[in-house]
């Protein structure tokens, strides 16, 4: 595990102070994809900076929804091949028989 270091960055022309493993490029790039999406929501009209950052986190907790849905769905389809694939052997493996 990482030790925790501080990471600045600024976020809507705030400046702010984080504590994380994480390292500072990473925590950066976070924070410019927010920024960026924050812009998104603003384009389309909201111009108000509080009402745009919780709108994009909404639509950033959407996404990961989603794709935890469809990973979840995902490693169950995988999970059920296994399973067809573990019946194929062993109909055509005999129980008692041993390589060597």
Known sequence: MSEARRV????LGETLTLRTEATPDYVRT???????????VQRSGVK?????LT???????DELF???????????DVGDRMKVLQALLDRVTPRGEQST
């Open 55 to 61: 709108l994009a986190a909404l639509d950033i907790t």
């Open 48 to 52: 108000d900076q509080t009402k745009a």
């Open 8 to 11: 600045e960055v600024t976020l």
């Open 30 to 40: 976070l924070a410019r994809y927010l920024e960026e999406r924050v812009a998104t």
């Open 66 to 76: 989603r794709a935890r849905a469809d990973r979840t769905r995902e490693e169950g």
